[in-house]
Structures are given as C-alpha cells and as structure tokens.
C-alpha cells in the first residue's frame, strides 16, 4: 500500500516510494503541503482527521484521488492515529489503495443493472401495451359481433315480420276490394277490424325499429330531466286502454301522483308503452295488470309491469334482451311480436341510467321491473 503520514492539521509530514507513485510527484513537491490538496473532495480531509481523533482508527473510508490533467482515481483509507515518542507530537498514518480498477467495474455492475431495470420496465410497460391493446381488439371485437348482430337483426325484421305483416294486409285488402260487393255489413266490418288490428301492430313495430336504429346509430337524442312518472304512465295507460279492452282486461296503478323522475320523457313514454303493450299480449281474457312505481332508499325509482299472464320458461328467459338471437311467441289471442321492443327498452333504460329485469314464471304471470334517477346527478 502506499503511507502518507500527516499531522493533525492534515499536511503531509512523509510518504513512502508507493505513494510517491500513486501521486505521480516528487517527494519535495508532496512534504508540507496539505493532503486536502490531492483529494477530489477536500471536505474528505475533516471527516477523516475527525474520524481518527474520535476513535484512534479509519476503516476503509472510500474517496478520490485528484490527480494530474484533471483526472482521478478511487482509493480507500485505512488510518491510525500515532504519537512520536520522542517527540510526543501525534501523528495519521494512512494506508492508501487504488481501488480504481474494482470502482470502475462495480460502476459498470451499477450501469449494467440500471440497464436491465430500465430494459425490465420498457418489458413490463410493452407487456402492459401490448395486454391493453388486446382488451381494446377483444372488446372491439365484441362490439363488432353486437353491431353485425344488431345489423342482421335489423334486416330480419324488414324482410320477414315487417314484409310479413304488410304483405298479409295486402292480401286482405285485395280481397275485401275484389269480393266488397258480395260482402254483407258484418263481413265488411270483421275484415275491416282485421285490417286495422294488422296496420296498428305494423306501425308499432315500425315505430319501434326506427328508434332502435336511431338509437344504434347514436343519433337519438337524449334530454333527462324532471317530470311526473305518474303523468307519464297515466298517459300510456290511456293510449293502450282500448287494445286492454278488447280482452277485458283490468289495468291497476299504483303510482304516487308526486313521483318525479330524471330521465328523457319521450323514451320513458317508449319504455312503458311496450312493457304495457307486452303485458297486454300475453294475459288472457279477463286478465289483470298492475303498474307500480316508487321511490327507493338510494334515490333511485322503480317502475314494474307485472301481469298474470302465460308466464315465461327459463329458456325463454334466457333470451330475452338479446339481440343476436331471434326470439318471439304469439299472445294470448295469437297476436304477433318481433323480441324488438324488450331490446329497445334496455337499450333505453340503461341510457338514462337505469337497470331492467324480469321475473316470470309459467302459467303464473310475468313482472318487468326498472329503475331510473329520481335526481339529476350531483357534480363531486
């Protein structure tokens, strides 16, 4: 090793030929002068010279060596305190090693791992890429088969129980116009009822497939706010009252006439009507209905249609509100539907916030239920 021996102020009292080598000076140049001199970092010197007096001992203190040119090296000092014992003046003994050569490869250990960090983190956040990109191609993929679904429902409906209806009433008014001579009153009034019952049940499916494609294309418009739930279903009942009539059946409310609702008026009304219209379909003659409506503990509102009609299988069920699958069953009086109008009244409930589900069960009855805001929402 190399020793340099200073004094308590820290100027260099000798050094031996090693450390005359590591300096890279002559012995003249060196003696008297302050070792803080040489050092990269000349506060070095204070900690050294206080760690010494405290304990009498330095052990493997890492710093650099300033050297020639701007340049410097790592070293490590070992020190002891030392007093003349004839003079009785005190003295540092320090034991110097280059420690550049294992400094620059524990450095380069240092770069290596921050490297392999760095490289781990570009991994990680690739992998995290690459996994997001392929939830967003999953999802777009699902989003793709519920567009294609809803495009092949839509056709299904224009050519076969849209063309359906409009051809059969086709036929019949063909027939009424060719034979209307022959006909007597009552005849001429049986097919006219017919005829009326055929293009009502074709506008509204109409009705309802032209909302459901605007809404599909997101170009319905949708402006919540407050109004009357009991006005609305009131208004709906009114409308459907006569279409209940004619199986004598009985329609109940149960709807405070101050429940107020935050939703779009117009697709509520939509919303109704077809669960009513639905209910209607499928309770028999002299059937009952009940309408319901009221406020929850958490600020929301529940509205149901329940009937005691024909009642529902679990597989049926299972179908119901899907539109990649075709499925519909006559009324009670055989009256015909299309599975379109449950499709756009979750598509509208969940617009406005909302929840729907059904409870059912064969030869016992049927209850639609959903919930909408009963408040406009609060900005945090």
């Not at 010494?52 to 052990?59: H, T």
């Not at 003079?87 to 003994?93: V, Y």
């Not at 539907?337 to 729907?356: A, F, S, W």
Request: hydrophobic share 40%; net charge negative.
């Amino acid at each position: 090793d190399s020793i340099i021996i200073i004094d308590i102020y820290g100027k260099i009292q000798d050094i031996n030929p090693q450390g005359l080598s590591l300096l890279k000076r002559d012995k003249s140049e060196l003696i008297n002068t302050n070792f803080s001199n040489y050092l990269q970092k000349r506060d070095d010197l204070q900690t050294i010279l206080t760690e010494v007096s405290e304990n009498g001992i330095l052990k493997k203190y890492n710093t650099e060596l300033k050297m020639r040119y701007g340049k410097h090296i790592y070293i490590l000092i070992n020190a002891i305190m030392q007093q003349s014992s004839i003079t009785g003046e005190i003295f540092i003994i320090m034991f110097i090693e280059d420690i550049s050569i294992q400094k620059n490869y524990e450095l380069e250990l240092i770069s290596t791992i921050d490297s392999l960090k760095i490289s781990r983190e570009i991994a990680e956040e690739y992998s995290a890429n690459v996994l997001e990109l392929m939830e967003k191609i999953e999802a777009s993929q699902i989003e793709l088969r519920e567009i294609n679904a809803s495009k092949d429902k839509f056709f299904s409906i224009i050519a076969h129980d849209l063309k359906g209806p409009l051809s059969g009433t086709t036929a019949l008014l063909d027939f009424v116009m060719r034979d209307m001579d022959q006909m007597s009153i009552d005849e001429f009034k049986e097919y006219f009822i017919l005829i009326h019952e055929s293009i009502t049940s074709t506008y509204k499916l109409l009705e309802n497939l032209l909302s459901w494609a605007r809404l599909q294309r997101g170009v319905m418009p949708n402006n919540p706010d407050l109004f009357s739930m009991h006005f609305v279903i009131n208004n709906s009942v009114d409308l459907l009252k006569s279409t209940a009539n004619q199986k004598s059946i009985e329609i109940k409310m149960d709807i405070p006439e101050d429940l107020m609702v935050y939703a779009d008026t117009n697709m509520v009304y939509t919303i109704v009507r077809n669960l009513l219209s639905n209910a209607i379909k499928f309770t028999p003659i002299n059937g009952k209905i009940k309408i319901f409506a009221h406020l929850l503990d958490d600020d929301r509102v529940i509205c149901g249609v329940e009937d005691n009609g024909v009642g529902m299988s679990e597989d049926v069920l299972s179908k119901l509100f899907k539109v990649d699958v075709h499925h519909t069953t006559l009324g009670t009086k055989n009256e015909k539907g299309t599975g379109l109008g449950l499709i756009l009244c979750k598509d509208l409930v969940e617009k406005n916030g909302g929840q729907i589900w059904v409870d059912s069960e064969e030869g016992v009855g049927t209850s639609f239920n959903f919930t909408l805001p009963a408040h406009p929402p609060t900005n945090s």
